[in-house]
């Protein structure tokens, strides 16, 4: 079990606790940080330059659709036990959906094929010796090539660790890459889809269970961390953005939001749990990834609901990944840094007969919707930027680096933000002396 999960009921800081913890960011990193020191029982403050918190993750309403819609379709893995902890920690473990068993249709939208990775209980995949539970086209051989990652060495792209001709890789090593590392598979770092593929394939069927919110990304992973941070007594102060931060000799001694510095107590420690452009203008000695990636998501009004919809792989054409809730089909499109550059409706145009073929919506016209450009939506995790990735300490004694692309092992995700927001605390957690 999570350790965060042990804390079930709120703790009032102690005044014999010493050492306010200062977070910066309120990004699912920064809360998670956040969660875990309140829960612990220290004195939490909480500063966002945003009116709301959840950054890159995040609901809000949409005039356009005049429905309630996330930034971006966010899809995990039952196996990603840190985002799993979280949510338990904040009372929302039940918010996910899914389907009961590890399940991932795919529709080829070039050849008209369609198949269903499924995935057996346990760790061997026996049903691969079919034909017919196999990718089309694809050999049991081709899947044992995940190996590939684990000895790629850093400077690998996932590219050249296969023959790109063969159908596996445009049918699965692609779009995972693609998926999971936000960055085209000719530049992607393989390395770092191994801990991706050992902790949810690797683990077999009950950690590779696809899971994405019922509601909303702020209901799942936002609200009701922000509810629990108000039952411990932390602070969370929005339209807060950090100027400056200042130094006396290797540790802060002070913030600024603006309104002069908030000096710091000696025990007071700081998480910076921020962009990583900000962390370099902040901090110009901090060597962080420079480059990033964009992802594209479409939101589409459908004319009635659709029900029991387990996300998509689309291949062979401008989508990705179909998601739908009620009636909004949403659409992902990642490594997206040509296609963010056209028009919305040129997109929204390229996109919606893709949606009606999967969907079987015959020629329905398209509707209202609304194209989401999140231009740097991730670093871009290419063996050199990832080689840029920062430890979550410093060198300064009192201030530790989250976010999801800090040095974490993992790609840009849930999974890694959180765990990289865990660290951060515990770093924090073993300096600040419990009084
Ligand atoms: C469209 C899209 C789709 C995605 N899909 C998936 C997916 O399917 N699965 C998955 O696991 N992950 C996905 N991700 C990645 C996931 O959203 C991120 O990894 C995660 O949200 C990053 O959290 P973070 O806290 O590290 O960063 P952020 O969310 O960027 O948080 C940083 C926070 O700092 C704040 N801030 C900035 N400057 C200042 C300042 N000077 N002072 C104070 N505050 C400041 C920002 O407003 C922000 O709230 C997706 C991301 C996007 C954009």
Known sequence: MDRIALWSHPVTPSPSLTGTIHIVGAGLAGLAAAVRMAQSGRRVV?????????????????????????????????????????????????????????EFPFLDLASGESWTVRL?????????????????????????????????????TVAECFDTARPMYRRFWEPLAVAALNTRGDEGAARLLWPVLRDTFGKGEAASRPRYVRNGLSESFIDPALRLLEDQHSKVHFNSRL??????????????????????AADDVAILALPPWIVSDLMPDIKVPGETRAIVN?????PHSISDWAPMGL?????????????????????????????????????????????????????????????????????????????????????????????????????????????AADAARRLVPTG
Not at 298 to 302: K, N, S, T, Y
Request: aromatic share 8%; net charge neutral; with cysteine.
């Open 46 to 102: 909480l500063y966002e330059s945003a009116g709301q918190a959840g950054g890159r993750c995040r609901s809000y309403h949409d005039t356009a659709l005049d429905r309630r819609i996330d930034n971006g379709n966010h899809l995990l893995f039952s196996g990603n036990h840190a985002a799993m902890g979280y949510l338990q920690a904040i009372g929302a473990a039940d918010s996910l959906d899914g389907p009961e068993r590890a």
């Open 120 to 156: 057996d209980r346990g760790r061997v995949q026996w049903g691969l010796l079919s034909a017919q539970r196999r990718i089309p086209g694809t050999t049991v051989l081709d899947y044992l090539g995940g190996i590939k990652f684990l000895l790629a060495g850093a400077s690998k």
């Open 243 to 264: 100027k400056s931060i200042s130094f006396q000799g290797r540790a802060v001694s002070g913030l600024d939001f603006g309104d002069g510095v908030t000096p710091f």
């Open 298 to 302: 479409g939101h589409f009004l459908l």
């Open 315 to 423: 291949i062979g054409g401008t989508a990705q990944w179909l998601f739908a809730r009620g009636d909004v089909a949403s659409v992902t499109v990642s490594a997206a840094d040509d296609l963010v550059n056209e028009a919305a409706e040129t997109i929204a145009e390229k996109i919606w007969p893709e949606i009606t073929r999967a969907l079987n919506l015959g020629d329905t016209q398209l509707g209202r919707y609304r194209i989401v450009k999140e231009k740097r939506a991730t670093f871009a995790q290419t063996p050199d930027q990832v080689a840029r990735r920062p430890d979550t300490h410093t060198g300064y004694k009192n201030l530790f680096l989250a976010g999801d692309w800090t040095n974490t092992g993992l790609p840009a995700t849930i999974e890694g933000a959180i765990r990289s927001g865990n660290s």
